[in-house]
T-cell receptor, first 109, second 113 residues
Framework: GQSLEQPSEVTAVEGAIVQINCTYQ??????LSWYQQHDGGAPTFLSY??LDGLEETGRFSSFLSRSDSYGYLLLQELQMKDSASYFC??????????WGAGTKLIIKP | SQTIHQWPATLVQPVGSPLSLECTVE??????LYWYRQAAGRGLQLLFY??????ISSEVPQNLSASRPQDRQFILSSKKLLLSDSGFYLC????????????FGPGTRLLVL
């Protein structure tokens, strides 16, 4: 079966750095995406990795290692507004997104 | 710019009643459209997707159905709701199958009692 594993919850301090890991097992792989979802809201796109390596977008970075079926989202200079759930999603051989269960990021002042 | 609308925002329905949720996209042509359901504290489950008018693919067999009567309109329906149909229903669109960014509507929170 297809599955994505990510921690259910991560806690960090405002101003710190946090890493959210994602491992996947899917039929085919056409890239790893990350989405942010605030409570009660819809997911919004953060980043995409199609090839191995690091992609940086402001305070957020995302990394992919296809040989390890692994990626992570790195959030720097954490702000209270970053408190949200973060989802990794893999595009499979049918070009559909398979979603992880999400990681709830709790930020403490 | 492109926008996506969903309504209603919240819905409380009795078991066995019908359902119709509507999603419309503005500012783009021939989008790929998706219906997802999200249970509380869980990830997104793909229910249906459509690459064009009248073209619907179902990912999960259940008592829900979808239709695409117009290019930018996607409708999710049920003839008889079950308690297990409760959840957060999200409509999304992409510009094509290989485009990585999915844009989501505001969602409909459905509670079946």
């Amino acid at each position: 079966g297809q599955s994505l594993e990510q921690p259910s919850e991560v806690t960090a301090v405002e101003g710190a750095i946090v890493q959210i890991n994602c491992t996947y097992q899917t039929s085919g792989f056409y890239g790893l995406s990350w989405y942010q979802q605030h409570d009660g809201g819809a997911p919004t796109f953060l980043s995409y990795n199609g090839l191995d390596g690091l992609e940086e977008t402001g305070r957020f970075s995302s990394f992919l290692s296809r040989s390890d079926s692994y990626g992570y989202l790195l959030l720097q200079e954490l702000q209270m507004k970053d408190s949200a759930s973060y989802f990794c999603a893999v595009r499979d051989s049918n070009y559909q997104l398979i979603w992880g269960a999400g990681t709830k990021l709790i930020i403490k002042p | 710019s492109q926008t996506i609308h969903q309504w209603p925002a919240t819905l409380v329905q009795p078991v066995g009643s019908p359902l119709s949720l509507e999603c419309t996209v503005e500012g783009t042509s021939n989008p790929n459209l998706y219906w997802y359901r999200q249970a509380a504290g869980r990830g997104l489950q793909l229910l249906f997707y459509s690459v064009g008018i009248g073209q619907i693919s179902s990912e999960v067999p259940q008592n829900l159905s979808a239709s695409r009567p117009q290019d930018r309109q996607f409708i999710l329906s049920s003839k008889k709701l079950l308690l297990s149909d409760s959840g957060f229903y999200l409509c999304a669109w992409t510009e094509g199958t290989v485009k990585e960014t999915q844009y989501f509507g505001p969602g409909t929170r459905l509670l079946v009692l």
